[in-house]
């Protein structure tokens, strides 16, 4: 099976808004990938849609090296 490069990314941000809804609500994440998953509105694995729910949810991690809202790698600041 072959995987379009980016697609769960695209998945993630095309759910980003009901997801937020839902984790506002008190859902767990687990359950929400399967709710997405049993919708069919996501085909990724748990672990990346983990990853970016990680991504979106702690975008000031100190181990991060990567900018959510511009999906791209943070530049060393000297």
């Known amino acids: 099976m072959t995987r379009m ?11 980003k808004d009901e997801f937020v809804k839902l984790r506002s609500k008190g859902w767990l994440i687990r359950p929400i990938y399967r709710k997405f998953l049993s919708e069919e509105k996501i085909s990724m694995s748990y672990q990346s849609f983990w990853r970016y729910v990680d991504r979106f ?13 511009t999906l791209k790698d943070k530049k ?3």
Do not use: C, Q, T
Request: hydrophobic residues 25%; aromatic residues 14%.
């Open 76 to 78: 060393k600041e000297d």
């Open 57 to 69: 949810e702690n975008p000031n991690k100190k181990d991060r090296n990567f900018d959510p809202v």
């Open 5 to 15: 490069y980016g697609k769960a990314r695209l998945e993630f941000f095309s759910i």
